[in-house]
């Protein structure tokens, strides 16, 4: 299995300004992800991280909106830009596993007033 | 486009009556396929993987079904204690499309003691 950190667990944001989540795994995983919950919702996949590459977006999602960083096999980093009331959600890190498991962080409850 | 879809979206039963949630998938080429439970305020815990070449998986009270050629799969859950109540999620993995995660949009549990 995985453990899998994320900072901030809740925040509060002006509109207009930006804010960072760091996702720290215990172990080097090949692949980590970033997803987006919207209140009573389900999960969208953000985008793929990518070490040492930019990361792939799902249709809908753009790098402008959403830099990520991925400097190693255990760090990732994932920019809300120019946040609006529409960008209150839980984020969530997720990492691929052995045996293809797919495990979560605890998620990031942004709320933007 | 994969499509997943939880029936019912919610569901209300006493304590000590048998659980039985629904997943349904539109692309049978699923890689495996994974049951979540989120507990409110909360990330996302795996509770099931079952590869695609396998018919079912069991972990104590929890059991979970594969027809990939039906495109379904069933979560039974025996016995539902109060502590059971939570939105389980069902989410396919296709790895031709980078091991991503499609999920369910879920179920609502309520264990009424």
């Known amino acids: 299995s995985a453990v899998i950190s994320q900072k901030p667990s809740r925040d509060i944001c002006q509109r207009g300004t930006s804010l960072t989540i760091q996702c720290q795994v215990d172990s080097q995983v090949t692949m980590m992800f970033w997803y987006r919950q919207q209140p009573g919702q389900s999960l969208t996949l953000i985008a793929t991280a990518n070490q040492g590459s930019e990361a792939t977006y799902e249709s809908g999602f753009v790098i402008d909106k959403f830099p990520i960083s991925r400097p190693n096999l255990t760090f990732s980093t994932l920019t809300v830009s120019n946040m609006s009331p529409e960008d209150s959600s839980i984020y969530l890190c997720s990492v691929l596993s052995s045996g293809n498991t797919i495990y979560f962080g605890e998620g990031s409850w942004l709320t933007v007033v | 486009k994969q499509e997943v879809t939880q029936i019912p979206a919610a569901l209300s039963v006493p304590e000590g009556e048998n659980l039985v949630l629904n997943c349904s998938f539109t692309?049978?080429?699923?890689?495996?396929l994974q049951w979540f439970r989120q507990d409110p305020g909360k990330g996302l815990t795996s509770l099931l993987l079952?590869?695609?070449?396998?018919r079912e998986q069991t972990s104590g009270r929890l059991n979970a079904s594969l027809d990939k050629s039906s495109g379904r799969s069933t979560l039974y859950i025996a016995a539902s204690q109060p502590g059971d109540s939570a939105t389980y999620l069902c989410?396919?993995?296709?790895?031709?499309?980078?091991?991503?995660?499609?999920f369910g949009g879920g179920t609502r549990v309520l264990v009424k003691p």
């Open positions: 079952i590869q695609s070449s396998q």
């Open positions: 692309d049978s080429a699923i890689y495996n």
């Open positions: 989410a396919v993995m296709i790895k031709a499309a980078g091991n991503k995660l499609t």
